[in-house]
């Protein structure tokens, strides 16, 4: 089983349409969740984290935590073309020493067509 | 708030060459910092992080190497290239609310 998983799509949306990518992961104590936009031949952008069990918004996206599913969701609402893109799912380790590492999903593209 | 430079920006090199990739960071001190490489299609693979000059932890052992001769430069070097060396390098840095930024990348293909 993975650590962190995420279908990989594409999802394809209608512009102005609710977006909803999903992410699942294994291990039970992770505390913070990342989602991470990443445009074709561009480095990832982090647009949300969510550290609690409920909803984050933030304008027009939405992060929602499970933490007793081991489940993390990102929301975007009013969809536009410009939200095409690989969305990653992004989950903390600790490491050694105090430190932690990112666990990321491979990614799902969103496609939103006019 | 940081920035992240990475250089090159795009990298073509023969299989059996050598390689460095710079990360250099401003805007912090004492950063953690952090090698990923994402190959096509893939997900991101930790490569090496660093909590400090010289501390260097690798993550998948291979023919890569890392150093940090400097407390914002991060280098990631090869002695001789492979094919599947090929990918999208990135280097991150954690910020003082403990949230990582990616730099712009360097796309390196190896022929």
């Known amino acids: 089983q993975k650590e962190v998983e995420q279908n990989s799509g594409p999802l394809s949306v209608p512009e102005g349409a609710i977006a909803s990518l999903n992410c699942t992961y294994s291990d039970r104590v992770s505390q913070s969740f990342f989602w991470y936009r990443q445009y074709s031949g561009k480095s990832p952008e982090l647009i949300m984290s969510?550290?609690?069990?409920g909803d984050k918004e933030d304008g027009r996206f939405t992060a929602q935590l499970n933490k007793a599913s081991q489940y993390v969701s990102l929301l975007i609402r009013d969809s536009q073309p410009s939200d095409s893109a690989t969305y990653l799912c992004a989950v903390r380790k600790g490491l050694s020493g105090g430190y932690n590492k990112l666990i990321f999903g491979a990614g799902t593209r969103l496609a939103v067509h006019p | 708030s940081q920035t992240i430079h990475q250089w090159p920006a795009t990298l073509v090199q023969p299989v059996g060459s050598p390689l460095s990739l710079e990360c250099t960071v401003e805007g912090t001190s004492n950063p953690n910092l952090y090698w990923y490489r994402q190959a096509a299609g893939r997900g991101l693979q930790l490569l090496f992080y660093?909590?400090?000059?010289?501390?260097i932890s690798s993550e998948v052992p291979q023919n890569l190497s890392a150093s940090r001769p400097q407390d914002r430069q991060f280098i990631l070097s090869s002695k001789k290239l492979l094919l599947s060396d090929s990918g999208f390098y990135l280097c991150a840095s954690r910020d003082s609310y403990n949230e990582q930024f990616f730099g712009p990348g360097t796309r390196l293909t190896v022929l």
């Open positions: 969510i550290y609690s069990n």
């Open positions: 660093s909590v400090g000059i010289g501390q």
